[in-house]
C-alpha cells in the first residue's frame, strides 16, 4: 500500500499562474480532506470531499481555490492567480468510509515568487 | 467555536528525561482527539485516537490520556529520534473535518 500519494513535491509559481496539486488516496479510501499549513501555524481545514461530490468547503477562501475529485483519478486542489500569500505546504489527507481518524501524504510545498 | 491549544509551544530535554505535553480542547461534543508527530518536510504521523474521558492509550514510550478538557502525550526516557512536533487535534460530532493545534516542538539531546 503506497500511501496518500501527492504531487509535485514542491511547485514554484510566479504570481498570477495557476498551480494544481494532486492527491491519490490510499486504496480503499474514499474520503480526501485538504488543509494548508503555514509557516510556524498549525493545520487549517480547507475542504473534504468524497468521489465527485464536495461535502464541506467551509475552510476554503471562496475566491481563486477550487477542489474536484473525479470519479476517476485523483483529487485536485487548484489555486488561480496565485499571489505570494498562498505560499504554504499542502496537505492531503484520506480515511475509509466511517472511520474517523486520516492518513496524511508528504505534503506539495508551495512556493509563490 | 471549536478550539484546540497546545502547551508548550517548544520543549527541550535531555536524553532519559520524561516530561508531558498539552492540549487543551474546546469542541461541542468530542467525537475523537488525536495525536500526530511531524518531521520537518513531511506530513503528520499518525500516532493515537481517543474517544472518551479516562481512556488511555501507549506505543512504545509515548502514552496519551484524555480527560473532558485536555489530553496529554507522556514521553517516558526519551530518545533523539523522538525529536518531531506533535499535533493535537480534535473532531467534533457531526463534523468531518479536524481542528489542529499550533503543536508543541520537541528537541531531545542525546
Known sequence: ?113 | EDQVTQSPEALRLQEGESSSLNCSYTVSGLRGLFWYRQDPGKGPEFLFTLYSAGEEKEKERLKATLTKKESFLHITAPKPEDSATYLCAVQAEGNNDMRFGAGTRLTVKP
Not at chain 1, 33 to 39: A, F, I, M, S, V
Not at chain 1, 72 to 82: A, D, N
Not at chain 1, 85 to 98: E, T
Open chain 1, 1 to 113: 500500500n503506497a500511501g496518500v500519494m501527492q504531487n509535485p513535491r514542491h511547485l514554484v509559481r510566479r504570481r498570477g499562474q495557476e498551480a494544481r496539486l494532486r492527491c491519490s488516496p490510499m486504496k480503499g479510501h474514499s474520503h480526501v480532506y485538504w488543509y494548508r499549513q503555514l509557516p510556524e501555524e498549525g493545520l487549517k481545514f480547507m475542504v473534504y470531499l468524497q468521489k465527485e461530490n464536495i461535502i464541506d468547503e467551509s475552510g476554503m477562501p471562496k475566491e481563486r481555490f477550487s477542489a474536484e475529485f473525479p470519479k476517476e483519478g485523483p483529487s485536485i486542489l487548484r489555486i488561480q492567480q496565485v499571489v505570494r500569500g498562498d505560499s504554504a505546504a499542502y496537505f492531503c489527507a484520506s480515511s475509509p468510509q466511517g472511520y474517523y481518524g486520516y492518513t496524511f501524504g508528504s505534503g506539495t510545498r508551495l512556493t509563490v515568487v
